[in-house]
Nanobody, 123 residues
Framework: QVPLLESGGGSVQAGGSLRLSCEAS????????LAWFRQTPKKEREGVAR????????AYADSVKGRFTMSEDTAKMTVYLQMNTLKPEDTAMYYC????????????????WGRGTQVTVSS
């Protein structure tokens, strides 16, 4: 079973919005620590947002703070990333990830990964 399955990517003009979804397996969702990362061929992978304890605690990269919102639907074992006021520099492959233990920092190693969904923002 794929631990994490992303969807919702696409192409949008600058200033637009997209909502990404990540359906988690029970194993991945039960970790309590889920996150979104993004990566382009020219940049290192960047932690975008993370949610801990069913959404009780969230944190965001400075580059997306105030524009992106991460949320969870516990009943569906699904996490979302609402992305507003998108910029061309937000263009990347977005990955959902989960971490088993040892805190929930975006700078730490995550154990489960999805295959990604592409987001392209044109100017």
């Amino acid at each position: 079973q794929v631990p994490l399955l992303e969807s919702g990517g696409g192409s949008v003009q600058a200033g637009g919005s997209l909502r990404l979804s990540c359906e988690a397996s029970e194993v991945a969702y039960s970790t309590g620590c889920l996150a979104w990362f993004r990566q382009t061929p020219k940049k290192e992978r960047e932690g975008v947002a993370r949610s801990y304890a069913g959404g009780a605690s969230t944190a965001y990269a400075d580059s997306v703070k105030g524009r992106f919102t991460m949320s969870e639907d516990t009943a569906k074992m699904t996490v979302y990333l609402q992305m507003n006021t998108l910029k061309p520099e937000d263009t990347a492959m977005y990955y959902c990830a989960a971490k088993r233990r040892g805190g929930c920092s975006l700078s730490s190693d995550f154990d489960y990964w999805g295959r990604g969904t592409q987001v392209t923002v044109s100017s």
